[in-house]
């Protein structure tokens, strides 16, 4: 497996994705290798200043840097040498087979519909987030920023994916997964979050347990220690 590594992306690159990257090649079997899509020279420069060799590391030059205050679609049209940019080039091409960045989310999405695709059925794709439980379990956040601003039928849809998510990967047998809102009550929140209770409220394609607060995601976190579940809460 062949994974592709944004260096220029992220608060604090390239320093902390190239140390992030040697750390995992440590990790990972000889069979996987790291793609690294940035600088070259600076890519090397930084390796050998780490005493690491460089030729452990596939390395793409990509010199442009997609900056957090950029229109996603303008800069991934103006800086095709981008490291994003490139990523996607040569995910869409089969040359490496996942893409990781901390870089501008807008162009991550946008890169993703328009050079990968999403899967047939997919409104919206999302970002999640983990929070961890002591009991070894996951609460998860299903979109924290992706969709600003989603319609219900989006909403809807991340509650079937965070479910079908926590069944193949967490192997929970029965997630619960919950709105979250400004009160536990039905009818508290925007008109959105009322009609997306209302369509979760008579879901089959999942367990919904209702709206929680952002301080029960914590509470839960303390008190279902004994429960083989995972949580569920999408943003909004």
Same mark, same amino acid.
Do not use: W
């Given at each position: 497996?062949?994974?592709?590594?944004?260096?220029?992306?992220? *608060?604090?690159?390239?320093? #902390?994705?190239?140390?992030?990257?040697?750390?995992?090649? $440590?990790?990972?079997?000889? %069979?996987?290798?790291?793609?690294?899509?940035? *600088?070259?020279?600076?890519?090397?420069?930084? !390796?050998?200043?780490?005493?690491?060799?460089?030729?452990?590391?596939?390395?793409?030059?990509?010199?442009?840097?997609?900056?957090?205050? @950029? /229109?996603?679609?303008?800069?991934?049209?103006?800086?095709?040498?981008? +490291?994003?940019?490139?990523?996607?080039?040569?995910?869409?091409?089969? &040359?490496?087979?996942?893409?990781?960045? #901390?870089? %501008?989310?807008?162009?991550?999405?946008? =890169? +993703?519909?328009?050079?990968?695709?999403?899967?047939?059925?997919?409104?919206?794709? +999302?970002?999640?987030?983990?929070?961890?439980?002591?009991?070894?379990?996951?609460?998860?956040?299903?979109?924290? =920023?992706?969709?600003?601003?989603?319609?219900?039928?989006? !909403?809807?849809?991340?509650?079937?994916?965070? %479910?079908?998510?926590?069944?193949?990967?967490?192997?929970?047998?029965?997630?619960?997964?919950? !709105?979250?809102?400004? =009160? +536990? @009550? &039905? $009818?508290?929140?925007?008109?959105?979050? /009322?009609?997306?209770?209302?369509?979760?409220? &008579?879901?089959?394609?999942?367990?919904?347990?209702?709206?929680? &607060?952002?301080?029960? !995601?914590?509470?839960?976190?303390?008190?279902?220690?004994?429960?083989?579940?995972?949580?569920?809460?999408?943003?909004?």
């Amino acid at each position: 497996m062949k994974i592709g590594l944004d260096v220029l992306g992220g *608060d604090f690159a390239p320093t #902390a994705t190239i140390h992030g990257a040697i750390m995992a090649q $440590k990790e990972l079997p000889n %069979s996987d290798q790291i793609v690294l899509i940035g *600088d070259r020279e600076v890519i090397v420069s930084f !390796l050998r200043e780490e005493k690491v060799d460089p030729c452990i590391f596939e390395i793409v030059h990509a010199p442009d840097r997609v900056e957090m205050d @950029e /229109q996603p679609t303008k800069a991934l049209v103006n800086k095709p040498n981008s +490291s994003i940019a490139v990523g996607f080039r040569l995910l869409k091409n089969n &040359e490496i087979d996942g893409l990781c960045s #901390a870089g %501008s989310t807008g162009a991550i999405v946008v =890169g +993703s519909i328009s050079s990968v695709n999403l899967v047939q059925g997919i409104i919206r794709p +999302s970002l999640p987030a983990y929070l961890p439980k002591e009991s070894g379990g996951t609460t998860i956040l299903i979109d924290v =920023g992706t969709n600003p601003d989603p319609k219900p039928d989006v !909403l809807y849809q991340f509650g079937m994916l965070g %479910s079908l998510f926590a069944k193949h990967v967490y192997n929970i047998d029965q997630p619960r997964i919950a !709105l979250l809102n400004i =009160g +536990s @009550e &039905e $009818k508290k929140g925007n008109l959105t979050s /009322q009609i997306v209770f209302q369509l979760m409220k &008579e879901s089959k394609d999942f367990l919904f347990i209702g709206n929680i &607060e952002g301080r029960d !995601l914590y509470i839960q976190i303390l008190q279902m220690l004994s429960f083989a579940m995972v949580s569920l809460a999408m943003l909004y």
